[in-house]
């Protein structure tokens, strides 16, 4: 579904913010916006989530078989309604555990056995608990409509090894499920240290080099999230200030600065390790002199873009990521979550150049398992997420980065389902040989047994989303000193989500995202 450029919803296009302008950059005053909003919830709340059949009545049939047994002190026709009530409710649970593939059909079902059974002796409200089925609206997903990230780093080389900082700005436009609009705000510092190593070869008008390296890298950060864009562009333009602060260039200054007072507290703060493997190559023609004398004195060197060159290189790396949201009330630690994330990535590219034109290739993919937990270390979320890409061009298109990202969320909110959840994490393999299930769980398993895979099928929130993106890098180095930067500018082109279970065992569809 391709996303309306008059969306009232979407802020104009802005274009990619690139390092070295930020600070100049003049933003937007917007007209009207109520002021005085105080952050919004992060995206992605937890959504109540369906409970097997089976596990829903399992106390109140307890207590209604104790009745039959004598523990009422009904006489006559009475006791012989309950034990009737009794067989019939019987029935229809046999029924429901018989086909499990149904747990939607059966959820008026539900309703009317946990009405007899509250008006049974010993009978427990239907009141209690915490287990709400899901609703349709349930399964749509918020959408990010718009993501700007800027990073800049600086690094001191010291023979094969290297050390430095860097400090990265991400900034989001969401929109909810019920239209409403949220803004995010990411700044995070980093250290990190390495080494490389690599060789040239080549004389006269040929030169080639390859190096390997590897890099350990510790980030720390905040998010902040706002409800209205008045606020969300006052903040950003502190951000940007730090960002585009001169102390960026110099490697370890991130440990001795920090934003403004005035700022307000963040609602999530992050932790992340990286560790990174890469290999790169190139190989160029070096242009000639004309003219001269024999070792080309005095003569006229041509521009070195019109001569052929070209270069390749791969990343391989891992992440593990600690992230905590101190929930609505930030003096209140109860309602924190944790999120603990492990990451694996892939990417290459390759680049040719000559005649003052250029073309390029990337690709990448990027892998993310992410457990949530309440303040008390109970599991409540489960996470997949993959981010591919596979671009080609020429020109101004060698520089595109249209990605897609698929996201599945799996919210736990009943004992009956942590158990299951908790069971599988103890062993995933064994019920789950591939992210592919993960990813697009819209095949019923039609096997009991295989309790995490119907839980997911049931209860999983999938959204698939493209982004057309355009990338950017660049960097000098002094001596023993080196300084980069990179931008990537995204908006959402198409999104679409899993459709809810229709009831009768069959496929889960895509359908189109309304953002």
Known sequence: MALPEDSPRRIPHEPPVRPEAVRSRALPTPQGSPAGIS??????????????????HRTGVRSLLRSARGGSGERGAGSLEYVGLAVVVSVIIAGLVAVPWMPRVTTGIQGVICSILSHMPGGSSCAEGDDVAMTDEDF?????????????????????????????????????????????????????????????VGEGDYEAGGTIGVDLRYGNGDTWYFDNEADYLEFKEKAEEYFGSNWNYVPGSQLFRDLPDDVPRPRVSHHQVDLELSAEGSAKVKPPTIGGDEEGEGGVQLPGDWMPSGSAGIEVGGSVRITTDRGENMDDPSDDRTQYTVGFEVSGEADISGGGENAGVNGGYRGNYTVETDADGNVTKLIFETTHNFDAGVGDDANQKNQT????????????????????????????????????????????????ENLLYEQGIVSRSEYEGEFGSDGSNWIIYEESSEWLDESLDQAEHLEPPDGSGGSREFVPTDC
Not at 39 to 56: D, F, G, L, M, S
Request: charge should be negative; charged fraction near 25%; aromatic fraction near 4%.
């Open 39 to 56: 952050p919004a919830t992060p995206p992605a709340a937890a959504r109540p989530a369906a409970v097997p059949p089976a596990a829903t």
């Open 405 to 452: 990202v698929t996201r599945t969320e799996l919210d736990i909110t009943s004992d009956e389902d942590r158990r299951i959840v908790e069971e599988w994490m103890q062993d995933p393999m064994q019920q789950f040989p591939n992210s592919e299930t993960a990813m697009n769980p819209s095949e019923h398993p039609h096997d009991p047994q295989r309790n995490f």
């Open 140 to 200: 749509v997903p918020e959408c990010t409509i718009g993501r700007n990230t800027v990073s800049r780093d600086s690094s001191i080389i010291i023979g094969p090894g290297n050390g430095g900082s860097g400090v990265t700005l991400i900034t989001e436009q969401i929109v909810g499920p019920d239209g409403d609009e949220s803004y995010a705000v990411t700044v995070t510092d980093d250290y990190h240290a390495g080494a490389e190593a690599g060789k040239k």
